[in-house]
């Protein structure tokens, strides 16, 4: 038999009641011995879980207009109704008319605190504080928290009242798979809903494109032959993050100020902000910059800096610019690409994960290759509301502002990001650099145009892949 305390006052029930949930979670029997029900914390706690539900759910919906789905709070509804209608039932199996709100209360005080746990987690990866790793097991997670919840409350009243093994276990398995096959049912009706808006690709864009590529193609200008100049082009795939844009945009901006490229630099961008007044990224916009650039450059003094940012995997390149269906860039087709150019002196830096799966294909003796990733290995920082990639902003943004040769500004930050790596706990990327030699020797002349000639630090050292 199960006896309940009396009632004593309202805040002292609250308390009571959340130490009962937490007994509750680790699914013993003294959450039934210290809670205390009673309508008004009935009430209470149910406006508390829909109310961090509401939290939780608006967290979990994508950037965009939210819209309130009344629905969505009616499904979540459903089980501490079904609880109550459980606690009915054993009021009357065991004659004691209390038992009736208590699976309800302990139900709701018990997801309250899991949604609310759940809410944390969602807010933390939203602003990128998580560890990468965990974003893969947060769906199985929240399931597994949401299917306890409801499995402890059985499991404490079976304990508690002795039932037989047979009708426990057998009670345990219908109730774990009408939870699954519900949560799993439901995912379509959240709380809040956010109406997906297929992309479009507006024609005020669509006839833009041409000129906007054949301007920049003009653009492009010889440099004095006497001299040896660096030309810049900076890709961004991936449509769908900012950070791609914002990063090739503040470094074409950078190379043109600081590494006097401008004039002959370009960039290739898929974002929707820049439809109308930059060229899209694609293999074809690509290979026609790219010999465009090698028609302007002279062959034996020029050098190019190719800088592309996106997201990756083994061999790929991702690029990105829905609704169009656009060809990925593989390290075969990139190599082609830069042969037919007519490009011989290449400083190419690639920043995806697995990036280095490029560096084989690329690989000659009037090549630089750096990249922030291993060819097994992911890469990191590319959340939307970045300036930079992690990779982008150790090298860019610090490193080749502070260094006065590539080496050195590659060296560190290779030690920047892997200490930002290691601070949030992350596999560590391990950035590759891979150098021709031809271009060992012919780097430090062509990087006399690239830096000032100011104190020049000494070397660093750094182990190379020399080919």
Not at 51 to 74: A, D, H, K, M, Y
């Amino acid at each position: 038999m199960i006896h309940f305390k009396p009632s004593i006052n309202l805040w002292h029930d609250f308390k009571s009641n959340q130490k009962a949930g937490l007994w509750l979670f680790l699914g013993s029997r003294r959450s039934l011995q210290i809670v205390r029900p009673s309508i008004m914390q009935l009430i209470i706690w149910g406006i508390l879980g829909g109310l961090v539900n509401t939290l939780f759910s608006w967290l979990s919906s994508e950037s965009g207009i939210r819209e309130f789905n009344p629905q969505g709070l009616i499904s979540y509804s459903l089980w501490p109704f079904i609880a109550l209608i459980v606690g009915i039932f054993l009021s009357q199996r065991i004659d004691n008319p209390r038992i009736m709100l208590v699976p309800a209360l302990l139900w709701l005080v018990l997801d309250t605190n899991i949604a609310l746990l759940q809410s944390l987690i969602q807010y933390l990866g939203l602003i990128d504080v998580l560890p990468y790793a965990l974003y893969d097991f947060m769906p199985t997670l929240f399931l597994v928290l949401f299917v306890w919840q409801s499995l402890a409350v059985v499991w404490v009243f079976a304990r508690e009242l002795k039932w037989p093994w047979w009708e426990r276990g057998l009670i345990m398995l219908a109730t774990l798979v009408t939870l699954i096959v519900w949560q799993m049912s439901v995912t379509s009706q959240p709380i809040w809903k956010v109406e997906k808006e297929l992309p479009t690709f507006s024609e005020e864009a669509f006839y833009a494109q041409s000129k906007v590529l054949n301007k920049a193609l003009e653009s492009i200008q010889f440099g004095e032959f006497t001299q040896s100049h660096w030309y810049f082009l900076g890709i961004a795939g991936a449509s769908y993050q900012d950070v791609f844009m914002s990063e090739v945009e503040r470094i074409h901006e950078q190379f043109d100020t600081r590494f006097g490229t401008f004039g002959r630099s370009a960039v290739l961008i898929n974002n929707p902000m820049t439809r109308n007044v930059i060229p899209i990224a694609s293999e074809t916009s690509i290979e026609m910059m790219l010999n465009r650039m090698g028609q302007q450059m002279n062959r034996e003094s020029d050098v190019l800096f190719l800088y592309m940012t996106s997201h990756g995997l083994p061999n790929h390149f991702e690029m990105e610019n829905a609704p169009l269906s656009l060809r990925q860039v593989d390290p075969k087709w990139l190599r082609e690409a830069l042969d037919k150019s007519g490009i011989r002196w290449r400083v190419i830096v690639i920043s995806a994960c697995y990036s280095g799966s490029f560096i084989p294909a690329l690989q000659d003796d009037n090549t630089l290759i750096i990249t922030a990733s291993a060819a097994d290995r992911t890469s990191f920082g590319c959340s939307n509301e970045a300036e930079y990639t992690y990779f982008g902003k150790a090298f860019f943004d610090q490193a080749m502002r502070e260094q006065n040769s590539i080496q050195a500004a590659f060296s560190q930050a290779k030690k920047t990001v892997t200490k930002w790596e290691n601070a949030q706990g992350f596999e560590p990327s391990e950035p590759q650099w891979s150098l021709g030699k031809n271009m060992e020797i012919m780097l430090p002349q062509l990087e006399q145009r690239l830096f000032p000639k100011i104190n020049t630090p000494p070397p660093v050292e750094l182990e190379l892949s020399t080919r």
